[in-house]
């Protein structure tokens, strides 16, 4: 016979199971029941563990002995639904002893409190609901004023709390729902409630994208703005900045095609840098998406928005302080129009690259093979990208108009060097003797064999870049729905 699992092992098993994909917020539900004192003691303190590390975790704990409760960072005590007590788990005692329910000595604080939530312990003359509201009404008052919940001794000993319920102010004691008789709730009309839930979601559409978009701020942030980003990003500017120095000041053929060469390395840097920190996008936050939408605690739709909002102002920062270093230090055009162009394309590029990226991390969803799959495709668009090779064999010159840097870089080259004039000096291969002759060059197009007339309209570029960046972001949005629904 095979041995059976117990109980306490296959609740010890479920909460390491959930910890392999290591969540940055964890909800439990009585982790501790069907457990003996050790073992969930051990089961407590490696949750305060992790949630010292930079975790949140969030429990309901069953029958917890004195040594559990000392563990708890925060006590939400709740009755019939209605919070009684919120804040610090040391200063409970302390806060209940304020409303003169002062815990006996030797008798386990946890006990005591979910006592006076169940109404079992109660002053001396009082009715079971009556006390029960006196308390839950006593802490909406100080609630009101302390969103954080009871923190500090400060805050209790600077505390103005009424002695009986008739001295509560009436608007501050309403609750949400009406008790009747200590068992029976009926909720209460609000004809001018600003919150509407559905029957499926808890919370309404815009309120589940800015919950997410706050939580996605959170998350990424410290990766996003990290002292390693913006040090590669230093070290790369200063770079092109001192081979390149003030080039752009020139209007000499062989400054313009120095030229050509820094703007297309800014766009091949910026659509590297974003393309492939983009792969690990959801196959990282995919498994806990998966969780949390199986629980129904959002839209897909919602993730959606809210990740891609999050993303704009901090993939947005490096690029923009990447332009500014580089722009000024390399003497490129100097017009606020110009410098502003300039700013849009990169920004533009960029969020094509990324977008590319998550596509390609959504529907491959393994990091390894989404790294294979990049390094051809963005070697592919490179190649094709009109700088490296000018003149491509017409029966593959197609490719070159699926390349969103193709379109990057034309779009580079009419901010920079339309309706400008330059001179032929010599020095693109030439050896000369004697004095140099300069020359005006008529079409810089044909002398320097670029994708497009710089004097062209810009818009053919823009649009296709903009079309090309909400297909790719439609397109991700679907492969995201097919991977979810499997």
């Known amino acids: 016979m095979m041995r059976g699992v117990s109980g306490g092992e296959r609740k010890r098993v479920s909460v390491g199971h959930e910890l392999l994909i290591d969540p940055a917020f964890l909800l439990l539900d009585e982790p501790t029941s069907g457990l003996d004192a050790t073992t969930a003691m051990n089961l407590l303190t490696t949750l305060r563990l992790l949630a010292q590390g930079g975790r ?49 000595y030797g008798v386990n604080i946890a006990d005591y409190i979910l006592d006076l939530a169940n109404g079992d312990m109660l002053a001396d003359g009082s009715r079971d609901d009556e006390a029960r509201e006196g308390l839950i009404a006593r802490y909406r008052y100080f609630g009101d004023s302390h969103p954080n919940g009871l923190q500090s001794e400060s805050e209790l000993e600077g505390a103005d709390l009424p002695t009986s319920v008739k001295s509560l102010d009436e608007d501050a004691a309403v609750l949400q729902v009406k008790v009747t008789d200590g068992r029976n709730v009926e909720p209460l009309e609000e004809a001018d409630s600003p919150v509407k839930k559905s029957d499926r979601w808890g919370a309404s559409y815009g309120g589940q994208i800015a919950i997410l978009f706050q939580r996605c701020v959170k998350v990424r942030r410290t990766d996003a703005l990290g002292l390693q980003n913006y040090l590669r990003l230093l070290l790369v ?113 960029t969020l094509v690259g990324q977008s590319l990226g998550m596509l390609i991390g959504a529907a491959v969803m393994d990091v390894q093979q989404a790294q294979t799959i990049t390094s051809v495709l963005m070697l592919g668009l490179m190649l094709v990208g009109g700088f490296y090779v000018r003149d491509v064999p017409d029966w593959v010159g197609w490719l070159k108009y699926g390349s969103f840097m193709w379109w990057g870089f034309s779009l580079l080259n009419k901010i920079e060097f339309g309706d400008r004039s330059f001179v032929d000096c010599g020095g693109l291969g030439e050896a000369t003797d004697g004095p140099v002759q300069c020359v005006p060059v008529d079409s810089l197009k044909e002398a320097l064999n670029l994708p497009t007339d710089v004097n062209d309209s810009v818009w053919p570029e823009v649009t296709f870049l903009l079309s090309l960046l909400v297909v790719t972001r439609a397109v991700i949005y679907y492969v995201l729905q097919r991977k979810t629904r499997s």
């Not at 062989?254 to 091949?268: K, N, Q, T």
């Not at 936050?285 to 901090?314: C, Q, V, W």
């Open 56 to 104: 949140t975790v969030l429990t309901t704990i069953h029958q917890p002995s004195s040594r559990i409760y000392r563990q708890l960072d925060n006590v939400l005590l709740l009755s019939e639904g209605h919070t009684m007590y919120y804040g610090s788990g040391k200063l409970a005692i302390e806060w209940f002893g304020k409303l003169h329910y002062r815990c006996p």
């Open 237 to 349: 500017a200063a770079i092109a900045g001192i081979l390149w120095w003030q080039v752009g000041g020139d209007d000499t053929l062989l400054a313009a095609s120095d030229v050509i060469g820094l703007l297309f390395f800014e766009m091949l840097f910026m659509s590297f840098y974003a393309m492939f920190r983009a792969l690990f996008t959801f196959p990282n936050d995919f498994n806990m998406m998966l969780k949390e939408r199986r629980s129904g605690m959002y839209r897909l739709s919602t993730f959606y928005i809210a990740r891609t909002l999050s993303d704009l102002p901090m993939d947005c920062t490096i690029p923009t302080l990447f332009v500014i270093i580089v722009y000024w230090s390399t003497g490129l055009r100097v017009t606020a129009g110009a410098f502003f162009a300039n700013w849009l394309s990169i920004m533009l590029v």
